[in-house]
């Protein structure tokens, strides 16, 4: 059954009739470069995936919200008569609830809500299905409450509810392309003005594939926190001898050359990473729309090999599958994508290589780790909207 009415059929069992219901969809997303840029001020090139989120939701007239699960085959039910506090029991309700206090915060006068979801974004998969249930969650209580607010912004009170409810330190890359993607492209976007401009993902005969290592390392969260935080010392130390460093966006390698006495070793190599990561977002980007892949390829190998070495944000399973991708005829570029420590790698590869990319990197791959990676292939789609 298509997930449209596995959705309402849940919805009916489990709220009685599915009159007066607002469905939304809000996708994942795959980055194709441009990788822990978006919280220091810089850039980023993601496209939204055909794996999304979907949610309905309708009013009720008391001040209940009921939230079920299908994928959890769970049920939360609280009262807006209270303040919205975080669940440590149902971990997955912390994102709509996020949502809801973020939105309450900035003046939508909510009402009682009855809320069915499900996903098809593979979990643990680092294809942001989170940003995507938040997403959902803010497009759909926007329409109920007829609440005023613009696609950026509303992607910012996610991102706020993500980082000050659900306390992950996440910037703003998931939320907005899940909000503003659009089919057929990906999104340059310039996270510290928000500007963005869509880039046709026109690649002949070559296509983007995303391959799930199948891990996910623990303390990714901590771990990612912790990388923030070493940017924001970066920035300090370059700050004291360059003032106009206010994100390490502002910064270059003649300066990082400069405070390199100055900045801890580790602290070089974060910066290092941000510094040449944002400069190579442009420099993909560029390629990509004079019809360079081979140039737009080797930006991801460079991407995936700074992540690795400077960021240490990969791990020896993602590694690997990046090593053995980059080994078949016909990929031209291969990198982790998202946050790290486990998830997907995205490869650019020509269609008939996709075959050998099967036959060789999979077997490969389950042989060294014992673990079967899955693969997945997607068009660039749109971002969230009311169905
Ligand atoms: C996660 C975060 C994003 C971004 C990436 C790394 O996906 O949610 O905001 O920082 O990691 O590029």
């Not at 949610?55 to 919200?65: E, S």
């Not at 959890?72 to 919205?84: A, H, K, N, Q, R």
């Not at 966006?249 to 003649?254: G, H, M, Q, S, V």
């Not at 004079?290 to 690795?308: P, T």
Request: with cysteine; hydrophobic share 40%.
């Amino acid at each position: 059954m298509e997930a449209l009415a596995v959705l309402k059929q849940a919805f009916v069992k489990t709220f009685g009739h599915a009159d007066g219901l607002t469905v939304v969809r809000a996708p994942g997303r795959v980055n194709l470069i441009g990788e822990h840029t978006d919280y220091n001020g810089g850039f980023v090139f993601p496209m939204a995936i055909e794996f999304d989120m979907m949610l309905a939701a309708r009013k009720r007239t008391d001040q209940v919200v009921k939230i079920h699960s299908i994928d959890y085959g769970s049920t939360v039910e609280f009262t807006l008569d209270c303040p919205l506090t975080y669940d440590t029991k149902e971990l997955w309700s912390n994102y709509l609830r996020g949502v809801l206090w973020a939105m309450q915060g900035a003046g939508a006068h909510l009402g009682g809500m009855e809320i069915a979801f499900l996903g098809t974004i593979p979990q643990g998969s680092g294809l942001s299905s989170s940003a995507a249930l938040e997403v959902a969650t803010a497009v759909a209580v926007r329409h109920l409450t007829d609440f005023n607010i613009s696609q950026p912004d509303l992607a910012l009170l996610c991102q706020k509810a993500e980082n000050e409810f659900v306390g992950m330190k996440c910037g703003i890359m998931d939320q907005f392309i899940s909000m503003l993607g659009e089919e057929g492209h990906a999104l340059l976007v310039d996270c510290r003005t928000l500007d963005y401009e869509p880039i046709p993902i026109d690649l002949g005969g070559y296509q983007i594939l995303i391959c799930h290592s199948g891990v996910k390392h623990s303390l990714v969260d901590s771990a990612y926190n912790q990388r923030r935080q070493e940017c924001e010392t970066g920035v300090r130390i370059l700050a004291a001898h360059f003032p106009a460093v206010q994100a390490l966006r502002d910064a270059n390698l003649e300066m990082l050359a400069a405070c390199a006495a100055a900045l801890p070793p580790v602290i070089y190599k974060r910066c290092h990473h941000v510094i040449t990561e944002n400069e190579r977002v442009l420099k993909s980007t560029k390629a990509l729309k004079a019809g360079d892949l081979i140039s737009f390829g080797q930006f991801l190998n460079q991407s995936h090999d700074s992540l690795r070495d400077d960021y240490e944000v990969s791990c020896s399973e993602v590694d690997l599958l990046v090593d053995l991708a980059r080994k078949v005829n016909g990929v031209l570029g291969a990198r982790i994508t998202g946050g790290g420590f486990g998830g997907c790698t995205v490869n650019l590869i020509k269609g008939e290589a996709v075959e050998e990319f099967l036959a060789q990197v999979i077997p490969a791959y389950q042989k060294e780790t014992g673990i079967k990676a899955q693969v997945y292939t997607s068009k660039a789609a749109s971002g969230a909207e009311i169905l």
